[in-house]
């Protein structure tokens, strides 16, 4: 059991929580993710660790809420607790001074975004953060990023804060203006498949950290399996990390929907059992 | 394990069993027909997830005992990687001590509830029994194995050995299947405080996540946990050694001998085209989401499944019996098993293979697919698969499968589960330096002792052999706790 120390509400649908998980904190490195059980009768699922504390002993959980399983974790109030939570998991990020290092993220993909980005600062980059979501009230961590960040830039879709466009939009004009040696990307799939198909008109190498369906997330299902190059990868222990120009975002993108009609009976089921 | 002949002799001379051996002669013995084991109607049983075979009752236990010719020179024994003393614990039934044949079972075997039940007894125990030479069918020592067993759980009457000397010694598993079950109830019984970490939320391994409900119930193996809690082990869910924790963090800590026992967990897949389609399964995830995650209660419980109608199972193992039996019990109209070889060379167990044909499964043996053809949204929904020829005999001594030109054709299918074998994990080898790797990805072991090349650490079950079976896995556990002991007996103090 893993006991919910904090809670905070970073967007109408993304719920900040901190968990106390003492010995992922002390191992765990950006790019890691956990394995999550809410209860009992629940799902496995991955949540990047946005950010650890190793004195305290929690680790950050950044969860948007799309369907049962992220619900019920975002339900939780401190003093809660998770059933499991087992990590840390996947490759940690290849962090290096490279020059110019360009940080896309889209949606939630910012929270696993923000411990690499801070790195890849750390590690001695200019860093330029372009942060993307559909409108102002979903945009998160924007403060945290801006705190180390070189420039941060903001695209919307609607325009109700920063630019008014797609993310790509606001990456374009970083490539155009200056030489970036390494940009990575985190967000939709879709998102990542256009950074992807951008930055490589722009020759600049690029990874992505991919979201796939996950069950036990230590090599043992192939759940999560992905094409990358044209060989099958698992994201869990090959991953999340991978070359975003070498990634087969359609088939990803597909399987991401492998259960969406089972999701909707479990969504609409748990939505009964709250009234 | 070789066993004592003189201590099997010392039993077998015991008064008792002298008189219940003249009680009946050679010839009444093996004139009884063996024992049919009751099971539950195969319409009924593939409604739903419970146990196939529902157990002897006492009088056909005894009446199967009384088979048994309490051989003086048991050559059975000789087929059970464990070497139980076979007879002992069978004597003990016919007499109608039931709880004593479950602890004589003990002495040898941690786990007996569990091999009863899913040991491959045709080419083990029973393989050997005298009967065999009779053209006899051989006395069911599984079968009264899984009796005595669930005699002494059911009556609530399983006896805690007490532990004399308590060690202030720790040491580690890694992994919880039942080779580590076994290494850790052996030195907990010798007074070392040992504790088993497991990556998984539930334990024992693949007795939890892989063999299904209906052939090995949950409650059992949750039972034999109890059992080594109460011996005093400690365990860890939720710990994956190498990401949360380190060997070298547990040496640190003061952990003086480790045992690994993680297993060959990684699913093969055959890399044919279009085998990422949505709805196809490796076996491990598809039994995995049934089995450890219960799916099949799916929405009482959380994770879903795809539930095929027409689903295909590629392979010939327990692994793709258990998941084609699955199959049929999650609602499939048409389930069918794939195989390359014929079914002679099937490596599942006989009893699965019989179990599944009762329940309609369709076996399409000497085929191979080499294609999947998905729908728009990415759905598999066709199969396209060759036709296989036997050839000269391979490595194995199994006919060598070769393709006969122009045989492909399709097959209609909305759930496919790739069954055929698994690697091991390579995360373990990979986190420790020193330990000395097979080019398959196994742990090399001294043999006799199961000893590495890091002093230390131990290791044993399907991370040394690959894909084996839980009695020889058990067998390894039980090696490498004696030498581990003798290990920590004869390292300097405080070294
Ligand atoms: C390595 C990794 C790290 C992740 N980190 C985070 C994180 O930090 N914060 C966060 O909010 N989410 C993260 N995710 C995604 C998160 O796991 C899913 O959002 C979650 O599993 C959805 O479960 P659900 O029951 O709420 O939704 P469901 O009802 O199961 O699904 C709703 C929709 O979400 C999508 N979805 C389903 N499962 C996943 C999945 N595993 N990954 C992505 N999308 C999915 C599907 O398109 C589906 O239609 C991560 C995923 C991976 C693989
Ligand atoms: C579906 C199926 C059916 C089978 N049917 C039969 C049968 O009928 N009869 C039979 O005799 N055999 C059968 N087998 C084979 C048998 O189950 C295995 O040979 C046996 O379980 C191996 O035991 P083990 O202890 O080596 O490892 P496993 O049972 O594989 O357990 C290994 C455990 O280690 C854990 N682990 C792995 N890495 C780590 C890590 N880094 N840190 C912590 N924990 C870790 C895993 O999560 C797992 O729980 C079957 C196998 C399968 C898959
Ligand atoms: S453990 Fe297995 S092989 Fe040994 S006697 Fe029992 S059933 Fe037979
Ligand atoms: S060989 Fe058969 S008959 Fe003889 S002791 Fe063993 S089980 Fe009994
Ligand atoms: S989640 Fe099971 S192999 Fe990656």
Redesign the pocket.
Known sequence: MNKVVEKELLSENVVKLVVEAQAIARKQCPGQFVIVRTDEKGERIPLTIADADRERGTITLIIQRVGTSSCKITGLNPGDALADVSGPLGRPTHVEKLGTVLACGGGVGIAPLYPIARAFKQAGNRLIAVLGARNRELLILEKEMAAFADETIIMTDDGSYGRKGVITVGIEDVLKREPVHLAVAIGPAVMMKFTALLTKRYEVPTIASLNTIMV?G?G?CGACRVSVGGKTKFVCVDGPEFDAHQIDYDEMIQRLNTYKAEEKLSFDGYLKSLS | MPVDPQDLHADRGQEWRNELRASLSAKERSALPRVRMPELDARERSAGFREVNTGLSEEMAVREAKRCLDCAAPTCISGCPVNINIPGFIKLIEKGDFLAAARKLKETNALPAV?G????QEVQCEANCVYQKMKKPPVAIGYLERFASDCERLAGDVVVPAIENRSPVRVAA?????????FAGQMAKWGYRVTV????H???????????EF??PKSIVRSEIAYLEALGVTFERN??????ITIEDMREQGYQGFFI?????LPKFMHVPGENAIGIYS??EY?TRVNLMKAYQFPSYDTPIVRGKRVAVIGG???A???VRTAVRLGAEKAMIVYRRSEQEMPA?IE?VHHAKEEGVEFLTLTNPIEYIADNEGRVQQMKVQKMGLGAADDSGRRRPVVIAGSDYLIDVDTVVV?VG?DP?P??PR?IRGLEVSKWGTIVVDEATMQTAVPDIFA??????G????????G??KKAAAAMRDYLLKKPAGG
Not at chain 2, 117 to 120: A, F, H, K, S, T
Not at chain 2, 174 to 182: H, I, N, R, Y
Not at chain 2, 239 to 244: D, E, L, M, S
Not at chain 2, 467 to 474: D, R, W
């Open positions: 036990d230590t043992m | 091999c039940r899913v040991c491959p890694v992994g919880s299947g039942p080779a580590s079950l076994t970490f497991e990556a998984l539930e334990l024992a391994g693949v007795l939890s996540y892989g063999i299904p052939r090995l710990v994956i050694v190498g990401k949360t026992g993680s297993g060959a967990g076996s491990n039994l193992g327990n692994t019996m258990d998941s167990r699965e069954g698994t994990n995360l373990i986190s044993g079950g399907d991370i040394v052999r894909g084996a079976t839980v009695i020889l896995a058990m390894d556990g």
